[in-house]
């Protein structure tokens, strides 16, 4: 089943909808701020990620890392050293949904307290 929405978005299989296909892949809980500390940062190593990101542990880590690298968002380069040295950084097309979550973090921030009052009165209503 196919829906339309504004401007004839077809909306389907998350295989076949770009916006459901993408967003599946990098708007978890960690993908978009790993994004944004490579922003931040430049090329950053998986320590310095972690310590940016504390909650975050190294298996899930790991896997974020892939997928966003799998996606063409990041770019790993391992160096042939010992210990083994690896350094992460945006590839052109992450540097281009930069400015998308730089105004989805605005977003969020504009309307946190709204958001968080409705929840409040929802959740008292129920």
Not at 9 to 37: D, T
Not at 56 to 78: H, N, W
Request: hydrophobic share 45%; proline share 5%.
């Amino acid at each position: 089943m196919v829906q339309k929405i504004k401007k004839n978005i077809e909306i389907s299989s998350v295989n076949n909808c770009p916006m459901r296909n993408v967003v599946a892949r990098f708007g978890n809980k960690w993908a978009m701020l790993i994004l944004y500390i490579m922003h931040e940062v430049g090329t950053i190593r998986f320590r310095d990620i972690i310590a940016r990101l504390p909650e975050i542990s190294t298996k899930v880590l790991s896997k974020e890392l892939r997928v966003l690298e799998e996606d063409g968002l990041i770019m790993r380069k391992a160096y042939a050293t010992v210990p083994p040295k690896v350094e992460y950084t945006l590839s052109p097309r992450g540097m281009t949904l930069i400015p998308i979550i730089i105004q989805l973090y605005e977003w969020a921030n504009d309307n946190m307290s709204a958001i968080q009052a409705d929840r409040l009165k929802h959740q008292s209503q129920q």
